[in-house]
């Protein structure tokens, strides 16, 4: 029976380091890109106008109903047959927004028609543009009642990230495949990514928190 060492990850933790902040940036790009993605997609269907509403509808059963990997692999491999190439990086960036804004299109549209259709008609009587209307009265509400369920979907974004590695992404899986394949130190190098996940996730649930508190939290 091989015994534990942890000295190889001690070795490289650097490596491991890199991988933490790769991994945090790469998930920090896909949130903010799938957050944009989710509030257009619900402005557009909310238009109905069928021209904008299709396109939306069909998008999110697309991205709901296949999986990220095969999404990833499309953009990565298929693309460039069409002579679209793109780096590892940006693929992922680019196919973690679109995945994340697929969820983030239904999640953010739940919260919206959970406003009252009288305060809209309020914000209309009060001669609010319909901009202003959307803004202040439909999304800031409904962002406020669907922020810890957007919370738990980017941290499932931000875990979803690691599958990049499979187009070699430069992310914390990456080094460690890396390292384990050179070491052969399986157990070791995956138990201390776990706890690093463990700890990634943890970070993005406490700035997530903060931001809820400090700009989604009805005033007493």
């Known amino acids: 029976m091989n015994q534990l060492d942890f000295g190889i990850v001690i070795e490289r933790w650097d490596e491991l380091l ?4 790769l991994t945090l940036a790469l998930s920090t790009a896909g949130i903010v890109c799938s957050l944009i993605i989710g509030v257009i997609g619900v ?7 069928p021209l904008l509403q299709a396109p939306v509808i069909a998008f999110v059963e697309l991205i709901r109903n296949t999986p990220f990997l095969i999404q990833l692999f499309f953009l990565f491999f ?6 679209v190439r793109l780096n590892p990086t940006i693929t992922a960036i680019i196919a973690l ?3 994340g804004g697929a969820y983030s299109i239904e999640i953010i549209r739940g919260g919206v028609e959970s406003i009252p259709r009288g305060q809209i008609e309020a914000g209309a009587a009060l001669g609010l543009s319909s901009t202003q209307i959307f803004r202040d009265i439909v999304l800031i509400p409904a962002l406020r009642a669907i922020y810890p369920a957007l919370s738990s979907q980017f941290i499932l974004l931000t875990l979803t990230s690691s ?12 080094f460690a495949q890396r390292i384990e394949s050179e070491t052969f130190r399986s157990f070791e190098v995956y138990f201390t990514i776990t706890g690093l996940y463990l700890l990634i996730s943890w970070l993005i649930m406490t700035a997530l928190s903060s931001i809820g508190r400090r700009h989604f939290s009805y005033p007493n």
Do not use: D
């Not at 890199?18 to 902040?21: I, K, L, Q, W």
């Not at 187009?167 to 899986?173: N, Q, R, V, Y």
């Open 43 to 49: 402005a557009m269907h909310r238009t109905k106008n």
């Open 78 to 83: 298929a693309l460039p047959l069409l002579g």
């Open 97 to 99: 927004a679109i995945n």
């Open 163 to 174: 599958v990049c590695s499979s187009i070699s992404a430069s992310e914390l899986t990456h």
């Open 18 to 21: 890199h991988g933490v902040a």
